[in-house]
């Protein structure tokens, strides 16, 4: 079975960090793509992320303009787990955060292009 579980979400101040975590079974991580998504109250889902992955390790990110320089990602290659590190953190961050399973050739923001999601995992973040 095909499984994402993402975790470490929570309450943080302004200019504070999270890292979460995405972890995959049922499938093997190098074969796909990665992707991380935030779902805002009242807003449209949007892309934050998209990571490409290959021979146990990160190959290639894109990140989202508003998160960039501040969001990073990573992989754990032995516990098939992929990381999403959010530093300086604002309260236009706030969401519900979901990581889902891409195309292997494809890395993308649109959240069309996924074909399996997480059930997320909440991030708030106070001003």
């Known amino acids: 079975q095909v499984l994402l579980v993402e975790s470490g979400g929570g309450l943080v101040q302004s200019g504070g960090s999270l890292r979460l975590s995405c972890a995959a079974s049922?499938?093997?991580?190098?074969?796909?793509?990665i992707g991380w998504f935030r779902q805002a109250p009242g807003k449209e889902q949007k892309g934050i992320t998209c990571t490409m992955l290959g021979g146990g390790t990160t190959k290639y990110t894109d990140y989202e303009d508003s998160v960039k320089g501040r969001f990073s990602v990573s992989r754990d290659h032995a516990n098939n787990t992929v990381y999403l590190e959010m530093n300086n953190l604002k309260p236009e961050d706030t969401g519900v955060y979901y990581c889902?399973?891409?195309?292997?050739?494809?890395?993308?923001?649109?959240?069309?292009?996924?074909?399996?999601w997480g059930q997320g995992t909440q991030v708030t973040v106070s001003s």
């Open positions: 889902a399973r891409g195309r292997p050739i494809v890395c993308t923001l649109v959240a069309s292009a996924y074909d399996t």
């Open positions: 049922g499938f093997n991580l190098d074969e796909h793509a």
